[in-house]
């Protein structure tokens, strides 16, 4: 990619009006940002790989009837087929994945440029799928979703890291060739405004050189209540705490399981589901009160939730972390890294606990006080997903409309609509 900024072209009045063409492989974030622009009157239309329309879902598969979202009609979205059959099959002939997705991710960044071209519509891309600016029409604007925190600033604390525990030695190797191949990711340099989901995200933007004014942070959100059935009441006797992730170094579970072994304390238990592991964690495991599962069916998962009191994931680098979201929806309370998504939540000391990433003694004190807490019967699962309620979705939603809103209208995004308006 070209690594200068685009001048903006001015636009017209009636080119504002035809809005965005939004971008996305797949349903990730469970499609709440073109839901957002499409609530908000904003949306164009929506490029994907494979949108499911109603008259399709007797006869589709069930992992592709979650392919929709109640509000997003399909006559509003472009199903990529070339994209998805690519795919599929990648995962039938397992072909190399980061090369199958690579050329994935510009098929759909071309499909979405031609659209927004013939609509003289501007682009919603989530940073996978900003195109190339050499054939964008004079005064298309682009907003860049940033999911994941950028490279540069991963690579530096990850490297950091593996240098004291070398039992991370197989899950940093693997990230390191994924990371040097994306150190100079640059689709922010493109665009006009830059969206994410914490400020751990935001900070790797700043780090990489993203001017601070450009960047907006929006948390994800909640599930409303009335989706979700009460929370479980909890066993009065022991502590069950619980991990569920990737068993890699970047989730912190090679702290998590020292941290564990020292804290020694009585009557609790530890579960960790990984459907994967670094071998070397794993290890790490063997010989202790420790109980590590595979991958879990989600009714499995669910039970595994309901019967945690505490759920445990002290990653040293997290764009946002949606599985606190989950925990928190059944009830548990939780323990996060500053350097994930949790401190940009309005969430109190009673479903929250935060340390800072890597910090094996304080993970160690704060593990030995939710047990006494929990002795104390300080936790309400009730109280816990209450707070739910203090920021959902439809927040997330309305916050990302109201910044794409002043973005076409005024040019600048205001100050307080960066920052929690």
């Given at each position: 990619m ?44 929506f ?11 007797r ?27 690519l795919?599929?099959?990648m995962i ?14 510009r ?32 005064g ?26 070398p ?27 830059v ?53 890699i ?19 609790a238990t ?34 595994h ?25 059944h ?11 949790l ?8 479903a ?70």
């Open positions: 070209n690594n200068t900024r685009r001048t903006r072209q001015p636009s017209t009045s009636g080119e504002q009006g035809q809005g965005f063409v939004c971008v996305i492989n797949r349903n990730r974030d469970g499609y709440q940002v073109p839901l957002a622009l499409q609530e908000a009157g904003l949306l164009s239309a490029v994907t790989d494979f949108y499911a329309r109603d008259s399709w879902m006869w589709l598969p069930l992992l592709l009837r979650a392919r929709k979202i109640d509000g997003l009609p399909a006559v509003k979205t472009r199903s990529t087929w070339s994209s998805f059959f795919q599929v099959a039938a002939l397992k072909l190399p994945r980061r090369n199958v997705l690579n050329l994935s991710d098929i759909l960044a071309k499909h979405a440029r031609t659209l927004a071209e013939s609509r003289s519509a501007h682009l919603y891309c989530y940073a996978s799928y900003v195109p190339s600016p050499e054939r964008l029409r004079p298309t604007r682009i907003i860049d979703f940033e999911f994941h925190p950028l490279p540069q600033l991963t690579y530096d604390t990850l490297s950091r890291d593996a240098a004291l525990y039992e991370v030695a197989k899950s940093f190797a693997d990230e390191e060739t994924s990371l040097k191949e994306e150190v100079m990711t640059d689709s922010w340099r493109l665009a006009e405004a969206v994410c989901a914490s400020n751990m995200t935001r900070r790797s933007l700043e780090f990489a050189g993203c001017r601070p004014e450009l960047i907006t942070v929006v948390p994800y959100g909640f599930r409303s209540r009335a989706e979700l059935p009460t929370a479980k009441p909890r066993s009065a006797e022991g502590c069950r705490f619980l991990y569920v992730g990737q068993g170094q970047r989730k912190g579970l090679h702290h998590l399981i020292r941290a564990w072994k020292q804290a020694d304390i009585p009557d530890l579960t960790l589901v990984c459907y994967r592991i670094d071998p070397g964690i794993a290890a790490m495991a063997e010989g202790t009160n420790i109980r590590l599962l595979g991958r879990q069916s989600r009714e499995e998962l669910n039970a939730y309901d019967e945690a009191d505490v759920f445990v994931m002290p990653s040293l680098v997290e764009g946002f972390g949606l599985v606190y979201l989950e925990a928190i929806e009830g548990c309370h939780v323990i996060g890294s500053t350097a994930t998504g401190p940009d939540l309005p969430l109190s000391d009673r929250m606990t935060l340390i800072e990433p890597g910090d094996i003694p304080a993970l160690i004190a704060c593990l030995r006080d939710l047990r006494r807490r929990k002795a104390e019967g300080e936790f309400s699962p009730a109280e816990i997903q209450a707070e739910m309620d203090k920021w959902t979705w439809h927040d997330f939603r309305r916050k990302i409309a109201n910044h794409a809103r002043a973005f076409l209208s005024e040019g600048a995004v205001p100050h307080e609509l960066r920052n929690g308006g």
